[in-house]
Structures are given as structure tokens and as C-alpha cells.
């Protein structure tokens, strides 16, 4: 039985931090793309939306509908990544390969959209880089009509499955109160029944004209975990699919000259895929002063050590592949 | 056991699809025309003279600078042009700032070579796509 | 005369045990390879076939350094041991009426101990590592599966015998002639499945892996060819516990008269192995002591318990003996 546990991190520290200091504003967005592996666009997001809330930029509704189907793509395709892992934790061979199938046509979709699969570099301040054609919209509709049905083969393999459902029954409880303390988000949250997702709350695209639900767990153990993230899947599929027939016509980004001397303490978040993703920016002539980046593993990975203690040795790792941590967050 | 009957249904309906891997040195992957790849020089085709008048705006963008561009002042030519491919990190930003739409990224991924120091692209390396290619008459 | 004709047939017989594991070894690589919607091997040969014996040949030119002194001999032993004790276990299996190098009276139990005495073999190599806890619990952890699976497989067999009173696998396929065996004993087939497929040490029952901190893995303290000889024993192990499936379920060698029935019980072996590949890609991992101790004597061995009370009760009350 598991008495303590200590985390030990920190060696794959590349001090982002320091060598973006000196850089001028719009030059910044290729070195912080790095920083969460498998949905880039969220924080090239927080940076552009932190700044234009500051200065008060108004960006084109068009590029705001673009930047919500990108971000709800990348959605998927980190939960997907989850669902592997799992799989792979578990010790079931096909889910694993069936999984990394699916991901691929969504990569191949933000590669058409954008040039890269895993580092967009797509969104600048006061709108995105360059306009979507045609045929990325007929490609989309084409895989989004039969990908709700390959969710449903996917759902089939981990919850409906009795021998999956009896092992991650009531494995790795998170008491409300340990979670409040340590100040978790996302869907690690969701899954003890509370509520809280700043789509909703604090509506910073245009998500307020989207007409979608939270998913909501009971317990807090392992399956609910899982549970949750499958239905965010269906639920970021239902988002796509309406804005496809709203998309206006128009400009893409507004250019324009800022006057900057020493501002301190920009701020804003977002909603990443793994939780609650914020940025502090302080600017002074142009170039960017100091920056810090808040990624949500670093509290998931103490609610690990917390959720751990009085389990087997054996099922350590299951209960830290059900957490998502994505260790390029957590030492930057 | 509903739950374990339709997934070795979905397992058997699978193996008797194609599968989904493809074998790299023989064949290929069709990769989208827009993604970044290796960086060219554009060439006029019919007076085949290079594009670029050495203006220094890609220099300017870059944010690790890489790019070393000299010019003949008299003549408003271009002496040499130097990228460093080895600490690239293939952002787009050179492209998106060339106003004569000189500086293009290829979708060719396969950049590997021998010797670290034939990474450093001089003129001739960077217009290579656009001299004519020999013919071969045997497999080597 | 006499040991001449058996070296004869003994050669004749593990002729056809080398082409079964060459089989089932490709077969294995390729449908496994399919499920996953990727190719197998598709180089050394027409998609493949070659590319065992490549492997075969490469560890067949090591295996004279086992024998070159004493010291190596006796730090190896334990995979001589259950490489010889696999190929004696597959010698006593008949496979029709006129193929079969003897007949021994006891022919059912000799075969299942051998069986197990061959997979606990490997564990006797770790001579020359000092063991510290970890590896003391992992090598615990190693032997127990192959004595906790193997208690419901002795038992589960006992069915088969007592419809037809005796333990010669001739006479218990010789009454098998009218009705096959899994009609009224459906519950010691699916146990004998079970603990065939847990005793196998694939990837269903906890996988060795190697990690910084928990070093589970008593693989890593042997060397290549350990490992190369271990991985074939075990290979010709499953292919004997699935021929004494076919014998004592299945029916056999009983068929209709169109076929030679040695071509009857390669189908029925057939048809076996494609169950439990089945079986591997739904099942996931089951970790830990107390989950084996309890699915091994609890579900297991009861099921078995519970079948052969029925197949007293029928053959008390309506003498079911052939």
C-alpha cells in the first residue's frame, strides 16, 4: 500500500522564460509554441487575446470563427492523444493503434489549414495569419460526417467493456477539499462534480454564440475521468459543425502602430485541454520584459501524489495515465 | 458481455481493411502544398534572373537570425545569401515578410546530407529547383 | 532394430514440430499485424516468410557456446531444463491412430507436468546477480503465476477422464467417437481455455517492463540467447497444450472419412488457435498477486469443481460410460 509519494521533475527544462526576454511583441509566438505538445494553438491564444484585451485591438469575426474551429480541433486531438495513453497503460494493444489512426486525418486537417502539424504558428495579434481556402472546408465536412461514428467504436472499447470498467472502478478518488486546495481545473475537476469551465463563465471568443454542454462526473475516480473526456469529444464535434454555417465573409486582421513604454501585468486565460492555461506579460518599448507561463499539470501532477495514497503499487500507473499530464508544462 | 461481443466484432471487421501504413522508402505520403519545408529562391522563368534585390526584410524577421545578405552597392545586385539551415525552426516568418514574393517554403521534408557544414545554403543550393535537371539512362 | 525405428519417428515427429512453430510464429506476427491495421514483415522473402528462419539461423550459431565448459553449462541450466522438458512433452502426444512414438498408460498427467516443469524452468539462470527485494518480489511474482494457473488446468482435465476411466489418450478420444466432449462439459473447456491462455505469460498477465524505480523485470538479469531459447520453448509449449485441447475436447482425430485424419486434428488445432488470439486483443492487463490469487482459486478452480460434480452425478445415475 502507497504511504507517500514525492515528485521529482524538472529535467526537461529549457528556460523559455528567459531567452524570450528581449524579443520584440510580434516575434514571441514560435518559441512559446513549444510549450504544450499536443494543442499549440491554445497558448499562441492566450498571448494574442492577453495583448488585445490590453490595447484594445478589435479583431475581425471572421478570423474569431476560425480561431474556435482550430482550437476545438486541437481539443480533440489532445483527448485522442489521452485515450492512447490509457490504452497503452492498460495493456490492450488494438484501442491503441485504432486511436492514433483517428488522430491522423485531424493533424492532416491543421496542416492544410496551417503548414505544420504540431506547431501552428497560425495567430498574430488582431487576427491569423492567412485566410482558409475552399478546400479545407470541403475536407472538413467530408471527415466530420463519419467521425462520430469511429468516436462511438472508440467509446465501445473503454466504457462499455466489463473487465476495463471493473478495474478503474473507485480507483484513485480526489476529495472536494483536496482539490479545492490545490487549485485544479479542467476536465480533473469536472469529473468530482463541480462545474467550472471559462468557456462558459468568463466567454472570451465568441463561444457565448455556440449552443453546447459541460459534461459533468459523479465520484471522482478513474472511469469518471475518462468518461468526461469522451463526451467533450462529441460535444467540440457539435461546436464545429455549427460554426461551419455561420462563417462570414470579411478581413482577416487588422493592422495598426501601439505605443508602448513600461506596462506591467497583462493577464488572461484560457481553456486548455488539459485545464486552465494563463500568461503574465509585462512589455516595455517594444520588446517584451518578462513573461510566465502557468501550465495546469503542475497542480494536476501534486493531485496525483494526492489521490495515490492508499492504493496498490501495481495500479500507479493507471492512475497517472487518467490524470493527463503533459510534462512539457510543468518545467518549461 | 454486450460490451465484449461488439468490440471483437469491431477487432475482426478490422483486419480485413486496408491497413493504414505505407512503406517510406518505396513509396510516399501525399503532404499538403502549403506546409513548411525547405527554402527556395524564386527565379524569373524568362529571363532567369533570381527575384530577390537584397531589400533585407527577412533578415530583419527572423527571430534567430540566421540570414546574412551583403549587396553591391552600385550595381543593386546580390553578392551572397546565406541561410543556416541546422537551427532552423522552419517558423514562416521570412516568408510572410518578403514583399516581392521572392523567398518560398517547399513542402520537401527530406533535408538530410553528410557533412554538417553543407547545411549553411549559399545562392547556388537555394536555386537549385529551378536549373534543369540531367537525365539518367541506367539506375545507379 | 527397435531404438532405430524410434529415432526414426522421433525425427519424423519433431520435423513436423519445427514446421508447426514455424507457422504459428508467422501466423502470429501477421494477424496480430492486421488487427492493428498495420503490415507484418514484408522483406526477406514473399511478404515475409523467410524472415524466421533468418532468426532461427542467427541464434542457431550461438547455441554451441552453452556447452564449451562446466561453469557455463551450470549458470544456464534452467534453460536447457525447459527447453528438453517441451520437446519430451510433445513427444508423448499422439496425433492419429498409426503416428505416435509410444503408448504409455499415463500419458495425460506425465504431459501436463512437463509442460509445467518446462516454464518454471527459466527462473533457474540467475546465478551470477545479487538479488535485492525487488527482484526477490518479481521472481515470487513469476513462479506463482505458473502455480496458481496451473492448479485449475489439472483439475479442469480431470472431466474428460472420468466419462471415459482411464488416463491413455487413446482411449479418452477412442470414446469420443459418437459425441464430442465439449457437448456436455462446456464448463472445463472454457477453464482449460483460460488458465491456457493466462499460462502463456503474454501480454494479457503483466507483461515484464523495464523501468528506473520498479525493476519488475527478471528478463533483464538474462542474456540473448536465455532469452531466444526461453521464447521458443514456449512456443513449442502452446502448441502441445493445444493439441491435448483438440484431444480431450474436440474429438480428435474422429471425423468423416473424406479427410485424412491427421488433417482433422491440424483443423481442429486451427480453429483453437484462433479463440485464443481472440482472447489476447479483448483482455486487459491484470496486475498484482491477490488478483491472480483470486481469479485462479476462486472462478477457476469452482467452475471446475462444479462440472466435475455434474459429470459424476451423469455418470452415476445414467451410466455414461463408454
Known amino acids: 500500500m502507497v504511504v507517500n509519494l514525492n515528485p521529482d521533475f524538472g529535467y526537461l527544462r529549457t528556460g523559455v522564460e528567459k531567452i524570450i526576454e528581449g524579443i520584440e511583441i510580434d516575434n514571441v509566438i514560435p518559441f512559446i509554441n513549444r510549450v504544450d505538445n499536443s494543442s499549440a494553438i491554445s497558448v499562441e491564444l492566450v498571448y494574442c487575446i492577453a495583448l488585445e484585451n490590453y490595447f484594445k485591438i478589435e479583431v475581425p469575426i471572421r478570423a474569431k470563427f476560425i480561431r474556435v474551429i482550430l482550437s476545438e480541433l486541437s481539443r480533440i486531438s489532445s483527448h485522442i492523444l489521452f485515450l492512447t495513453k490509457l490504452a497503452n497503460a492498460l495493456g490492450m494493444n488494438m484501442p491503441l493503434h485504432y486511436c492514433l489512426r483517428e488522430r491522423e486525418e485531424i493533424l492532416h486537417l491543421i496542416e492544410v489549414a496551417t503548414g505544420s502539424r504540431l506547431t501552428p504558428n497560425f495567430v498574430r495579434i488582431g487576427g491569423i495569419k492567412s485566410d482558409l481556402s475552399k478546400q479545407f472546408f470541403d475536407k472538413l465536412k467530408e471527415i466530420l460526417k463519419g467521425f462520430r461514428k469511429k468516436v462511438h467504436e472508440l467509446r465501445v472499447f473503454f466504457l462499455e467493456n466489463e473487465l476495463v470498467v471493473n478495474k478503474l472502478n473507485n480507483l484513485g478518488v480526489l476529495v472536494k477539499e483536496d482539490a479545492i486546495k490545490l487549485a485544479i481545473s479542467g476536465p480533473n475537476l469536472r469529473a468530482l462534480g463541480v462545474s467550472q469551465d471559462i468557456r462558459k463563465n468568463d466567454n472570451y471568443e465568441i463561444y457565448d454564440e455556440f449552443n453546447f454542454k459541460v459534461p459533468i462526473g459523479d465520484r471522482g475516480d478513474s472511469l469518471d475521468r475518462c468518461m468526461v473526456r469522451i463526451e467533450e469529444i462529441e460535444q467540440s464535434i457539435s461546436i464545429i459543425s455549427q460554426a461551419l454555417y455561420k462563417v462570414p465573409e470579411g478581413k482577416i486582421r487588422t493592422y495598426g502602430e501601439v505605443n508602448t513604454q513600461l506596462m506591467e501585468n497583462i493577464y488572461s486565460h484560457v481553456e486548455c485541454p488539459h485545464g486552465e492555461l494563463g500568461m503574465n506579460i509585462s512589455v516595455s518599448e517594444g520588446r517584451i520584459a518578462k513573461l510566465s507561463i502557468k501550465g495546469p499539470s503542475y497542480n494536476n501532477l501534486f493531485a496525483f501524489s494526492k489521490a495515490v495514497i492508499g492504493e496498490k503499487l501495481e495500479d500507479i500507473e493507471l492512475i497517472l495515465a487518467s490524470f493527463d499530464i503533459c510534462v512539457c508544462e510543468v518545467d518549461k | 458481455m454486450k460490451g465484449i461481443l461488439r468490440s471483437l466484432i469491431t477487432v475482426t471487421r478490422n483486419t480485413f481493411k486496408r491497413s493504414v501504413t505505407v512503406l517510406y522508402p518505396h513509396d510516399r505520403i501525399m503532404v499538403p502544398y502549403n506546409s513548411r519545408g525547405s527554402i527556395q529562391l524564386m527565379v524569373d522563368p524568362d529571363t532567369r534572373k533570381i527575384l530577390c534585390d537584397g531589400c533585407g526584410q527577412c533578415e530583419k524577421s527572423c527571430p534567430l537570425k540566421l540570414i546574412s545578405i551583403e549587396v553591391d552597392i552600385n550595381n543593386k545586385k546580390l553578392k551572397s545569401f546565406y541561410i543556416d539551415i541546422s537551427r532552423c525552426m522552419f517558423c514562416g516568418f521570412c516568408e510572410e515578410a518578403c514583399t516581392k514574393k521572392a523567398l518560398k517554403m517547399s513542402f520537401n521534408y527530406e533535408l538530410t546530407e553528410k557533412d554538417f557544414s553543407a547545411l549553411k545554403y549559399d545562392i547556388k543550393k537555394l536555386t537549385k529547383h529551378a536549373r534543369p535537371k540531367l537525365r539518367k539512362f541506367w539506375k545507379t | ?322
Not at chain 3, 46 to 54: A, D, E, K, M, R
Not at chain 3, 95 to 124: H, Q, R, W, Y
Open chain 3, 1 to 322: 532394430m527397435i531404438l532405430k525405428n524410434l529415432l526414426l519417428k522421433a525425427l519424423y515427429l519433431l520435423l513436423f514440430l519445427f514446421l508447426g512453430v514455424y507457422i504459428i510464429i508467422y501466423l502470429h506476427k501477421k494477424t496480430l499485424a492486421h488487427m492493428q491495421s498495420r503490415r507484418g514483415p514484408l522483406q526477406t522473402g514473399f511478404h515475409g516468410i523467410l524472415q524466421i528462419f533468418s532468426q532461427i539461423l542467427k541464434s542457431l550459431l550461438n547455441w554451441p557456446k552453452l556447452f564449451t565448459s562446466w561453469q557455463d553449462l551450470s549458470n544456464n541450466i534452467g534453460v536447457v531444463i525447459s527447453f528438453t522438458f517441451a520437446i519430451l512433452a510433445f513427444l508423448l502426444i499422439p496425433l492419429t491412430e498409426d503416428i505416435f512414438l509410444m503408448n504409455i498408460e499415463m500419458s495425460l498427467p506425465l504431459c501436463l507436468s512437463f509442460i509445467m516443469i518446462s516454464n518454471m524452468g527459466a527462473f533457474l539462470s540467475i546465478k551470477k546477480v545479487k538479488l535485492n527485494m525487488n527482484k526477490m518480489t518479481a521472481l515470487l511474482d513469476r513462479i506463482s503465476t505458473v502455480l496458481i494457473f496451473s492448479i485449475p488446468l489439472f483439475i479442469s482435465s480431470m472431466g474428460p477422464v472420468i466419462v471415459s476411466s482411464s488416463f491413455n489418450l487413446f482411449e479418452i478420444v477412442r470414446a469420443q467417437s459418437r459425441f464430442y466432449n465439449i457437448l456436455y462439459q462446456p464448463l472445463s473447456f472454457i477453464v482449460f481455455l483460460l488458465s491456457c491462455s493466462l499460462l502463456w505469460q503474454r501480454l494479457p498477465v503483466d507483461v515484464p517492463k523495464k523501468d528506473t524505480y520498479f525493476n519488475t523485470d527478471y528478463l533483464s538479469t538474462q542474456n540473448r540467447l536465455n532469452y531466444q531459447i526461453s521464447t521458443i520453448s514456449k512456443y513449442i509449449n502452446i502448441i502441445s497444450l493445444l493439441i491435448l485441447g483438440t484431444l480431450l475436447y474436440l474429438g480428435g482425430w474422429n471425423g468423416p472419412k473424406i479427410l485424412h485424419p491427421l488433417i482433422w486434428t491440424i483443423i481442429k488445432t486451427f480453429v483453437l488457435q484462433v479463440i485464443l488470439l481472440f482472447l489476447y486483443t479483448i483482455i486487459p492487463r491484470i496486475s498484482g498477486f491477490r488478483k491472480k490469487i483470486n481469479l485462479s482459486l476462486a472462478f477457476l478452480c469452482l467452475l471446475s469443481f462444479l462440472n466435475l460434480l455434474i459429470i459424476i452425478f451423469l455418470v452415476l445415475y445414467f451410466k455414461l460410460i463408454f
